[in-house]
């Protein structure tokens, strides 16, 4: 190595092909690092929870982005290929995601909520939306992950199973006290579409799933209306909540019928909010009903789970 520098330095016009074989030596004595393993996470909330867990020790790809709509979504090109090349591929489950019934892959394909929750027979797929679902969908990532990184590497992931565990398990402490801040005569609240059973059983707050429960195939006749409205009326209920803005034409018309206004922040029942995480949109959300509902959230303990969540590696 000593001799060839002198040589190099020399004469600064050595060919290249001297130094390719400095550079040879340089790296010699180097092991190769192996590639990454791809890990391909379907569902908004789920691939939250995977990047989390796999740090930097895996290279993540996510397919439905915040505010995507998993009931509807279709794979591109670019999905199928990251498929393709995928060591792991996680999705909820419970036909949440209707496209995954068609997918490929060399690697292993987890239906992780189905693996975690093996005694659920609801109807209801988005299972995150109660903490400690989410905690058991965390041990099932971990295990599945194990599996797809060398030996060397699991006491990593173990590692930051356990926090990202403890933070779902403060989550529904948090939560429940924040529930419980409102007035029992209202501790209910109004969705179009039957997405937050799992919160509702875990925090004892009911939802009322006006199209799932008053219509057939979400269709709003006048008939409907007058159930749905009657309802309403009847429940203890302050606002409407929407999915997205502007709400829909039904939700307004829904909205005039009872003279209950709509929300003015929505609730995000299909993954995770732009921007935020599965810890922050949890929070945002059991906000949202709280403030609207008459009772008081406690943001900065919200701040504070997100922030335990963030800082996991």
């Known amino acids: 190595m000593i001799i060839i520098l002198s040589l190099f330095m020399a004469r600064p016009l050595l060919s290249p092909l001297l130094v390719s074989v400095v550079a040879l030596l340089g790296f010699a004595g180097q092991p190769a690092r192996a590639a990454k393993p791809v890990v391909v996470a379907v569902d908004g ?5 995977t990047r989390t867990m796999a740090a930097d020790q895996a290279s993540v790809v996510c397919l439905i982005p915040p505010g995507g709509d998993p009931h509807g979504y279709r794979l591109k090109p670019s999905d199928r290929q990251a498929i393709s090349q995928a060591a792991l ?8 995601t ?3 019934s068609k997918l490929r892959s060399p690697g292993t394909i987890v239906a992780v909520g ?16 109660n903490p400690a679902n989410s905690a058991a969908m965390v041990r099932v990532i971990r295990q599945s992950m194990s599996s797809v990184l060398p030996s060397s590497e699991r006491a990593l ?36 579409h039957k997405t937050y059973s799992h919160l509702e059983k875990r925090f004892g707050i009911k939802e009322i799933s006006m199209l799932d429960s008053h219509t ?13 409205s009657d309802v309403i009326k009847q429940s203890g209920a302050k606002v409407i909540f929407t999915p997205s803005f502007p709400p829909s034409k039904t939700l307004r018309r829904i909205s005039k019928s009872t003279g209950l206004p709509i929300a003015s922040n929505p609730l995000y029942g299909e993954g995770v909010a ?13 906000c949202t009903i709280v403030n609207a509902q008459g009772g008081a959230c406690d943001r900065e303990g919200a701040q504070q789970l997100d922030a335990r969540w963030s800082q996991i590696r």
Request: glycine share 8%; charged share 15%.
């Open 98 to 100: 209707p496209a995954v």
């Open 216 to 228: 057939t195939g979400g269709v709003l006749r006048p008939s409907s209306l007058r159930k749905i």
């Open 157 to 192: 992931l173990d590692a930051r199973a356990v926090p990202a565990a403890a933070v779902f398990n403060a989550l529904q402490s948090w939560g429940a006290k924040q529930i419980a801040s409102i007035p029992a005569s209202q501790r209910v609240f109004v969705t179009d």
């Open 114 to 129: 189905e693996v975690a929750l093996p005694n659920y027979k609801g109807s209801d797929p988005h299972v995150w939306h």
């Open 274 to 286: 732009a921007g935020q995480s599965a810890i922050s949109t949890a929070t945002l959300n059991i």
């Open 45 to 49: 909330t789920l691939c939250d929870l």
């Open 89 to 96: 591929v996680l999705h909820v489950g419970f036909g949440l």
